[in-house]
């Protein structure tokens, strides 16, 4: 969960640095404040869904851009010449939970 949330907070920065946007213009173009926009680039804050929604609109891209980190180096699960279930692990193993 913690790397999703660093995931989260580092695109939303990339996404507004590239674009020119101070966190004012961003503000503007989501309607989420100033303040709370701030807290999520610092990871102090985990936006809710309908906050994350707002961002995605006002920057234009699609919601799964804050969900969806770039895929590890697993492993191929699939191989036509195996016989028996492959069981993978579809969300890392988190020690804390």
Excluded: H
Aim: net charge positive; hydrophobic share 40%; aromatic share 8%.
């Amino acid at each position: 969960m913690e790397n999703l949330a660093r995931f989260l907070s580092t695109t939303l920065k990339q996404l507004r640095q590239q674009r020119g946007w101070s966190l004012s213009r961003l503000a503007e173009a989501t309607g989420v404040s100033k303040a709370m926009l701030g807290q999520i680039e610092r990871n102090e804050s985990s936006p809710t869904v309908a906050t994350l929604w707002k961002i995605a609109t006002g920057l234009n891209v699609p919601f799964s851009t804050f969900i969806s980190p770039p895929q590890s180096a697993t492993p191929s699960v699939y191989d036509p010449q195996q016989q028996a279930m492959v069981i993978t692990s579809l969300f890392p193993y988190d020690p804390q939970l």
